[in-house]
């Protein structure tokens, strides 16, 4: 499918990659900016003869869906860069939680209206770790874009995260240039402070991309 | 900001809904507050300083 881009139009230098933090970008969602569409993202993007790469970073979880997800994503094109969600555990058992634990365990033991198999399936979860699935991917982006330096022009981010400003600045210390999409209200103060060197543009002025287009 | 962390979200086709670091912290002290709890600097260096402790053998 051919796009017409006249909604805008991105004036890439030379051979281009695209880095997507998709955890970033799939909190643009709001009343100003309709979801991204990671298939009419791709397609938006192929249609710059100067995209070579198009990054896909995202992590991936034991939760059927999320396998099917990123199939879909692979299927779409992208290359995706994508590793583990780390777990991390939060006891309720532990700390000033402890008391209160013991607190229900207690009351739970002395229940005569329960019965005894329910008293030990609530002493199970009380006792159970919960996890936290936690993931970022600042280093592999980084990583990626120091391999691609020597060969690539122009460095498109889909993410407005601060924390990407210090790579901005030394992109445009090598004379690269830098566009960054962001969506409304999710573009960090430390990347729109760093003016020309960089190119700053919303989401919602790609409408090629999000769904309902 | 860009550590995010993978809620468990039945209408998200990707089985979870990333939300990032900063906005999920911010989403816990205000439950917190809600319900009348003002966590405190204090409070967190006590919870990080009883997690570090040695657990004692029974």
Redesign the interface.
């Given at each position: 499918m051919k796009l017409t881009r006249d909604e805008l139009h991105l004036n890439l230098k030379g051979k281009t990659a695209v880095f997507i933090d998709w955890a970033n970008v799939y909190g643009w969602n709001s009343r100003k900016q309709k979801p991204v569409n990671p298939d009419k993202l791709y397609k938006y993007f192929k249609s710059y003869e100067e995209v070579l790469d198009i990054l896909f970073y995202f992590g991936e979880d034991t939760h059927p869906k999320s396998k099917l997800f990123l199939e879909e994503i692979r299927k779409i094109g992208f290359n995706i860069i994508t590793k583990p969600v780390k777990y991390i555990p939060v006891n309720i058992d532990s700390s000033h939680f402890k008391s209160i634990s013991k607190e229900i365990k207690a009351a739970l033991v002395s229940n005569k209206k329960l019965e005894t198999t329910d008293i030990e399936q609530i002493l199970k979860i009380l006792d159970r770790k919960i996890l936290r699935r936690k993931c970022d991917f600042d280093i592999e982006i980084a990583m990626d874009v120091y391999r691609l330096i020597n060969t690539r022009e122009t460095f498109i981010f889909l993410s407005g995260d601060g924390d990407f400003a210090p790579l901005i600045r030394f992109l445009a210390s090598k004379k690269k240039k830098v566009i960054v999409i962001f969506g409304e209200g999710h573009l960090g103060k430390e990347v729109a402070q760093i003016g020309k060197q960089v190119f700053l543009c919303s989401a919602k002025n790609i409408p090629a991309i999000s769904d309902g287009a | 900001?860009?550590?995010?962390?993978?809620?468990d979200d039945p209408k998200?086709?990707?089985?979870?809904?990333?939300?990032?670091?900063e906005e999920f912290i911010k989403a816990v002290f205000s439950i917190a507050r809600k319900h009348g709890l003002d966590i405190t600097d204090e409070m967190i260096l006590?919870?990080i300083d009883?997690?570090l402790k040695p657990k004692r053998k029974r």
């Amino acid at each position: 499918m051919k796009l017409t881009r006249d909604e805008l139009h991105l004036n890439l230098k030379g051979k281009t990659a695209v880095f997507i933090d998709w955890a970033n970008v799939y909190g643009w969602n709001s009343r100003k900016q309709k979801p991204v569409n990671p298939d009419k993202l791709y397609k938006y993007f192929k249609s710059y003869e100067e995209v070579l790469d198009i990054l896909f970073y995202f992590g991936e979880d034991t939760h059927p869906k999320s396998k099917l997800f990123l199939e879909e994503i692979r299927k779409i094109g992208f290359n995706i860069i994508t590793k583990p969600v780390k777990y991390i555990p939060v006891n309720i058992d532990s700390s000033h939680f402890k008391s209160i634990s013991k607190e229900i365990k207690a009351a739970l033991v002395s229940n005569k209206k329960l019965e005894t198999t329910d008293i030990e399936q609530i002493l199970k979860i009380l006792d159970r770790k919960i996890l936290r699935r936690k993931c970022d991917f600042d280093i592999e982006i980084a990583m990626d874009v120091y391999r691609l330096i020597n060969t690539r022009e122009t460095f498109i981010f889909l993410s407005g995260d601060g924390d990407f400003a210090p790579l901005i600045r030394f992109l445009a210390s090598k004379k690269k240039k830098v566009i960054v999409i962001f969506g409304e209200g999710h573009l960090g103060k430390e990347v729109a402070q760093i003016g020309k060197q960089v190119f700053l543009c919303s989401a919602k002025n790609i409408p090629a991309i999000s769904d309902g287009a | 900001m860009s550590s995010y962390y993978y809620l468990d979200d039945p209408k998200s086709k990707m089985g979870s809904t990333p939300v990032p670091e900063e906005e999920f912290i911010k989403a816990v002290f205000s439950i917190a507050r809600k319900h009348g709890l003002d966590i405190t600097d204090e409070m967190i260096l006590k919870e990080i300083d009883s997690e570090l402790k040695p657990k004692r053998k029974r």
